[in-house]
């Protein structure tokens, strides 16, 4: 079962920023925060991801809360091109390899003119 | 550099057949992993290779196997299919298994119909 609880839709108007909420309560000390989006037809696509600082990229910003227990991830100025499936996920490291990603539900997120 | 590629892109099979799926990662890249994704289930995890050995497995049946050769590229197959292993099968690679940013990079899947 995934371990994270995002909303099912939000729309967001274009040029505006989108801030994505995701729920991780149970999350655990060696567990990363990630993010990917998956566009219409296409492949998922790797965002950002985060341990307990908050992160930016040229495609987003992630804010993780202190207690981790959830996060927030922010395209700043979306665009029509943004609207997709985006998923949170939390994936365990166990120092020399990874635990795999399950995906949940996701939020679909609708960029509007 | 070229991106993950999937062969074939469309497939058809009647049930009870068998299935094999190819996936090459990108170049360099020595991890890949299996996904199946419906619009009941969602993205489920299949399963990881790196280095020709299996590292992580889903919860999938045994009908539903891979292998990964040495110059990375990786197969799955599906045994006695049936109808609800009707999917986008979709392949992701990542450069090193170690990294701290494990990136996964995807393909755009083999879209997989069972009649």
């Known amino acids: 079962d995934a371990k994270t609880t995002q909303p099912t839709s939000m729309d967001c108007a274009e040029g505006r920023a989108a801030n994505l909420p995701c729920n991780h309560s149970?999350?655990?000390?060696?567990?990363?925060v990630y993010w990917y989006r998956q566009i219409h037809s296409q492949g998922p696509q790797y965002i950002i991801h985060?341990?307990?600082n908050n992160e930016t990229n040229e495609m987003a910003s992630l804010i993780i809360t202190e207690d981790r227990k959830s996060s927030t991830l922010i395209l700043p100025h979306a665009t029509l091109r943004d609207t997709a499936v985006y998923y949170c996920?939390?994936?365990?490291?166990?120092?020399?390899?990874?635990?795999?990603?399950?995906f949940g539900a996701g939020t679909q997120v609708v960029v509007t003119p | 550099k070229a991106g993950v590629t999937q062969t074939p892109r469309y497939l058809i099979k009647t049930r009870g057949q068998q299935v094999t799926l190819s996936c090459s990662p990108i170049?360099?890249?020595?991890?890949v992993s299996w996904y199946q994704q419906t619009p009941g289930q969602g993205l489920q995890f299949l399963f990881e290779?790196?280095?020709?050995?299996?590292?992580n497995k889903g919860n999938f049946p045994g009908r539903f196997s891979g292998r990964q050769f040495s110059n990375s590229r990786s197969e799955m197959n599906v045994s006695t299919l049936e109808l609800g292993d009707s999917a986008l099968y979709l392949c992701?690679?990542?450069?090193?298994?170690?990294?701290?940013?494990?990136?996964?990079?995807f393909g755009p899947g083999t879209r997989l119909t069972v009649t």
């Open positions: 992701a690679s990542s450069p090193v298994q170690r990294a701290p940013s494990y990136e996964q990079y």
């Open positions: 290779y790196f280095s020709e050995t299996q590292r």
């Open positions: 170049s360099g890249h020595r991890s």
């Open positions: 149970t999350i655990s000390g060696n567990e990363y």
């Open positions: 985060g341990l307990k």
């Open positions: 996920i939390v994936r365990e490291s166990f120092g020399d390899s990874w635990g795999k990603l399950q």
